[in-house]
Nanobody, 125 residues
Framework: QVQLVESGGGLAQAGGSLRLSCETSGLPADYYAIGWFRQAPGRPREGVVCMSSWGGKIDYRDATKGRATISRDNAQNTVYLQMSSLTPEDTAVYYC??????????????????WGKGTLVTVSS
């Protein structure tokens, strides 16, 4: 059974940073990619950053490139999202997702096979 569990959400200040964690379990050893998505109120869900399982390819949205970083702790089966220079526009539910069969770009949610339940980040001004 594949499980993805996000943590680290909460209230953040504009200009500050966030660090989210995604604890994974049950993923196949040969999964293709894992990444972070977000959905703001009234907006479609969008990819933030995605990383291949081997770490050789990282994709970003233009809006987050340069201030978002994805990393992985293999020993803990945990993936992290760090993002700086927060603005209220970063307020969203953030999701961890994994792709095991590569049917679409790793920044497209239709290509992801497993999802966490999300963690809410609220950025105050």
């Amino acid at each position: 059974q594949v499980q993805l569990v996000e943590s680290g959400g909460g209230l953040a200040q504009a200009g500050g940073s966030l660090r989210l964690s995604c604890e994974t379990s049950g993923l196949p050893a040969d999964y293709y990619a894992i990444g972070w998505f977000r959905q703001a109120p009234g907006r479609p869900r969008e990819g933030v950053v995605c990383m291949s399982s081997w770490g050789g390819k990282i994709d970003y949205r233009d809006a987050t490139k340069g201030r978002a970083t994805i990393s992985r702790d293999n020993a803990q089966n945990t993936v992290y999202l760090q993002m700086s220079s927060l603005t209220p526009e970063d307020t969203a539910v953030y999701y961890c997702a994994a792709d095991i069969d590569l049917v679409a770009s790793c920044l497209e949610d239709i290509g992801m096979d497993y999802w966490g339940k999300g963690t809410l980040v609220t950025v105050s001004s």
